[in-house]
């Protein structure tokens, strides 16, 4: 090769650039997955901040259909595309002035609007209105450069590639929301960790603070001189060029700091935390103080509450679980209070006996002991209960 020498220019003049930032009008649809009980398969939390108000909703849905339908060309006024029955060739936009020869025949099909569809792992994020940041949930640029700062601290936090995890804006005016799914084959398994670990999320804005150049403590502008607006070391990516107007990363640093000191807590068939807890207390055996110290505990420590209490796992094991837990496309995990009662030789027999078949079942089976601290045993199994509050 002989020796060349370049020189920058200020814009790429390629015609795949050209039709890339031109874009087409392409719109994404969902549809959450049916559950075994006839209702959709989504689970809730929400994370509140330090003051115990609401900042955001987070929505996971596993295994649900999505939909990207391209409606036509950004700049074209025809809606959907010119289609030709006999070759299979798409007929050029009536608006171009390219040289290039149209398809010519009289079996033309117009008003065609291609689609994709696939199952993800979607998760929805939709801040609350009147959040500690100070922006309306809907504003467009606020929700925007949120949605890029988030992806970024999630591929931080869980270390991700920019390519496996997709975002984009759904929705209208109040019900305007974040959207991410996972984009590579067979998933990341964020989102059940952004739910079920009280503190994930509060991490993830963290490393979102340090990505948009701020001080995850106290906010303190680190590049003030170098970056204004949003850089390509922040929230700028050759993916989201089309956004690169409305992005900011100024716009959403208190929002931001908010988040990082917040908890996030499941909501459990619709009911909140707090309603989730006096409703197993209301259900537990109240002769049983093991029980009530096991669920104080837990919700003490912002845990993961049971769904479920004095449950029958299966019809046909003679065995009723204290708390039980629901696992998606799995059976649940029984836990089990065991007081002094159950250290007889002919109940320990039975015990054995009967929760050996559960697990023969596909059930996993916890047993809490009396006679051993609580919250160590709470602790070993961080998996089922939830990390908690430090």
Same mark, same amino acid.
């Given at each position: 090769?002989?020796?060349?020498? #370049?020189?920058?220019?200020?814009?790429?003049?390629?015609?795949?650039?050209?039709?890339? &930032?031109?874009?087409?009008?392409?719109?994404?649809?969902?549809?959450?997955?049916?559950?075994?009980?006839?209702?959709?398969?989504?689970?809730?939390?929400?994370?509140?901040?330090?003051?115990?108000?609401?900042?955001?909703?987070?929505?996971?849905?596993?295994?649900?259909?999505?939909?990207?339908?391209?409606?036509?060309?950004? &700049?074209?006024?025809?809606?959907?595309?010119?289609?030709?029955?006999?070759?299979?060739?798409?007929?050029?936009?009536?608006?171009?002035?390219?040289?290039?020869?149209?398809?010519?025949?009289?079996?033309?099909?117009?008003?065609?609007?291609?689609?994709?569809?696939?199952?993800?792992?979607?998760?929805?994020?939709?801040?609350? !209105?009147?959040?500690?940041?100070?922006?309306? !949930?809907?504003?467009?640029?606020?929700?925007?450069?949120?949605?890029? *700062?988030?992806?970024?601290?999630?591929?931080?936090?869980?270390?991700? $590639?920019?390519?496996?995890?997709?975002?984009?804006?759904?929705?209208?005016?109040?019900?305007?929301?974040?959207?991410?799914?996972? %984009?590579?084959? #067979? #998933?990341?398994?964020?989102?059940?960790?952004?739910?079920?670990?009280?503190? %994930?999320? *509060?991490?993830?804005?963290?490393? *979102?603070?340090?990505?948009?150049?701020?001080?995850?403590?106290?906010?303190?502008?680190?590049?003030?001189?170098?970056?204004?607006?949003?850089?390509?070391?922040?929230?700028?990516?050759?993916?989201?060029?089309?956004?690169?107007?409305?992005?900011?990363?100024?716009?959403?640093?208190?929002?931001? =700091?908010?988040?990082?000191?917040?908890?996030?807590?499941?909501?459990? %068939? $619709?009911?909140?935390?707090?309603?989730?807890? *006096?409703?197993?207390?209301?259900?537990?055996?109240?002769?049983?103080?093991?029980?009530?110290? =096991?669920?104080?505990?837990?919700?003490?420590?912002?845990? &993961?509450?049971?769904?479920?209490?004095?449950?029958?796992?299966?019809?046909?094991?003679?065995?009723?679980?204290?708390?039980?837990?629901?696992? $998606?496309?799995?059976?649940?995990?029984?836990?089990?209070?065991?007081?002094?009662?159950?250290?007889?030789?002919?109940?320990?027999?039975?015990?054995?006996? $009967?929760?050996?078949?559960?697990?023969?079942?596909?059930?996993?089976?916890?047993?809490?002991?009396?006679?051993?601290?609580?919250?160590?045993?709470? %602790?070993?199994?961080?998996?089922?209960?939830?990390?908690?509050?430090?």
């Amino acid at each position: 090769m002989t020796a060349v020498r #370049g020189s920058r220019v200020e814009r790429i003049t390629c015609d795949e650039e050209e039709r890339v &930032r031109e874009g087409f009008h392409v719109t994404t649809h969902y549809r959450f997955a049916p559950g075994t009980d006839g209702k959709t398969l989504q689970q809730r939390a929400i994370a509140a901040g330090k003051d115990g108000n609401e900042i955001l909703c987070l929505t996971h849905a596993p295994r649900a259909v999505l939909w990207r339908v391209n409606h036509r060309w950004r &700049r074209s006024e025809q809606s959907g595309f010119t289609l030709d029955k006999k070759t299979g060739y798409w007929a050029r936009r009536p608006d171009d002035d390219d040289s290039a020869p149209d398809v010519e025949s009289n079996d033309l099909l117009p008003g065609v609007r291609p689609f994709v569809w696939d199952t993800r792992n979607l998760l929805l994020l939709q801040p609350i !209105a009147g959040n500690e940041g100070g922006k309306p !949930a809907e504003d467009e640029a606020f929700l925007v450069s949120l949605a890029y *700062a988030l992806q970024r601290g999630i591929q931080m936090m869980f270390q991700v $590639e920019e390519q496996e995890i997709a975002v984009e804006l759904i929705g209208e005016e109040s019900e305007r929301r974040i959207l991410l799914w996972e %984009a590579s084959e #067979g #998933g990341t398994g964020v989102w059940p960790r952004l739910l079920g670990d009280s503190q %994930a999320l *509060a991490k993830v804005a963290i490393e *979102a603070l340090r990505v948009c150049h701020f001080d995850p403590n106290d906010g303190l502008d680190w590049a003030e001189d170098s970056c204004s607006y949003a850089c390509y070391d922040c929230l700028l990516s050759y993916r989201n060029q089309l956004n690169h107007p409305l992005l900011n990363r100024h716009i959403n640093r208190d929002y931001l =700091l908010s988040l990082s000191q917040s908890s996030t807590v499941q909501k459990t %068939a $619709e009911r909140t935390y707090d309603e989730q807890y *006096a409703w197993l207390e209301e259900r537990r055996d109240k002769n049983s103080s093991l029980e009530a110290e =096991l669920l104080s505990l837990l919700y003490r420590t912002r845990r &993961r509450l049971p769904d479920r209490a004095q449950y029958w796992p299966h019809p046909e094991v003679y065995v009723e679980a204290d708390f039980y837990y629901e696992r $998606e496309g799995l059976p649940g995990i029984c836990v089990f209070c065991d007081g002094p009662d159950h250290d007889q030789p002919e109940r320990k027999a039975q015990d054995k006996a $009967e929760r050996g078949k559960l697990e023969d079942l596909g059930h996993r089976v916890i047993v809490i002991r009396f006679d051993k601290t609580l919250a160590d045993q709470v %602790a070993l199994n961080t998996d089922a209960f939830g990390p908690g509050l430090s």
